[in-house]
């Protein structure tokens, strides 16, 4: 007679079957999240790639900068450098006669994060730009754009390579984020305890192979959850008497007086929420202090209306898709009649 087995060995049967079970609906999940990525949940993973390959550290006054001549192959777009380390491609030096040089400055707005090269909303202006040109005229619109550049970034960037480059205008592309000050959040980030080689183990381990449950944890606990929206109004907060603003609106001058210095013109493109009478200005100290100095601003937000429709990624990604970044042409257009250049 077959004897039954014993209460602790149905037991263990049944945890290895729960957790066998577990382990097969892990993978299935994974494979789902990562496959249909519905929510976008790969920004998360391609942001940490971009952080970890693309950027490194250089002296003030630039934090980082892209590596040169290299390439970053996301889930659903590439980014490469040029010599210069900027997204496009290689740029002449000096440039050659007849050549219009525009060189945008900005954070991932400019950069162009998550959409291909040719879509930019910069890249559309180029072909636009020659379109129209005179004959014997060539134009070239120069990606300055870096993601987590705030204004003393770009300031520094400016400062590095506007000579090199030989711009007929200078065009910033102002951000919210331009107020949240970059060198900050690096020196918290210096602050926080290294982990130990065991948690860097154990990390690797469920994050490798698990990045897309991963992502979708980010999603929920930072964008789902509205925590990323409260995070980011502390850090603008008081724009007026943060240290971020105190920086920005200090090399907003500067950039002013390094362009009139060389006869270059310099305008703003303010991507800034504007606010509607009920909700204020994101920025309310920044067109005050652009009239004061007589800097030429033009609007370059979204509406409330047009952030409505289908212009950005995902829902964990809020970066302007390839529709977005043709209403951004749009908006462009007016600046870039004022500064002479025939448009459509």
Not at 91 to 108: A, H, Q
Not at 230 to 235: I, L, R, S
Request: proline share 6%; aromatic share 8%.
């Amino acid at each position: 007679m077959t004897q039954k087995p014993s209460r602790a060995a149905r037991w263990a049967r049944r945890c290895v079957a729960t957790l066998l079970g577990l382990a097969i609906a892990l993978v299935f999940g994974e494979a789902a999240i990562r496959g249909f990525d519905l929510l976008g949940v790969s920004h998360y993973r391609d942001m940490l790639r971009y952080n970890n390959e693309l950027f490194e550290l250089c002296g003030p006054p630039r934090l980082f900068r892209h590596r040169a001549n290299a390439v970053l192959q996301c889930r659903d777009f590439t980014i490469r450098t040029n010599d210069l380390g900027l997204r496009g491609p290689s740029i002449e030096v000096p440039k050659k006669t007849g050549e219009r040089r525009l060189l945008f400055l900005g954070d991932s707005v400019t950069l162009g994060w998550g959409a291909e090269e040719q879509d930019l909303f910069l890249t559309l202006a180029e072909k636009e730009l020659q379109q129209y040109a005179e004959p014997g005229s060539t134009f070239r619109c120069v990606n300055a754009g870096h993601n987590l550049h705030d204004t003393a970034q770009e300031l520094g960037v400016l400062q590095e390579l506007g000579d090199k480059i030989q711009p007929d205008a200078v065009l910033l592309t102002y951000a919210v984020n331009d107020v949240v000050s970059t060198l900050a959040l690096y020196e918290e980030a210096m602050k926080a305890p290294v982990q130990s080689p065991l948690m860097q183990w154990i990390g690797w381990v469920l994050l490798v192979p698990f990045r897309g449950w991963g992502g979708l944890y980010n999603y929920f606990q930072q964008v789902h959850s509205g925590a990323e929206e409260v995070t980011f109004k502390e850090a603008v907060g008081a724009a007026l008497n943060s240290r971020g603003w105190v920086e920005s609106r200090e090399s907003l001058v500067a950039m002013h007086a390094w362009c009139r210095q060389r006869g270059i013109p310099f305008l703003v493109l303010d991507h800034t929420p504007q606010g509607d009478g009920i909700v204020p200005a994101a920025i309310p100290g920044l067109r005050p202090l652009l009239q004061e100095h007589g800097i030429p601003h033009f609007p370059f937000h979204f509406t409330p209306e047009e952030n409505r429709a289908p212009i950005r990624h995902s829902a964990a990604d809020p970066h302007a898709n390839a529709a977005g970044h043709r209403l951004l042409l749009v908006k462009l257009r007016p600046a870039l009649r004022s500064l002479g250049f025939r448009t459509r």
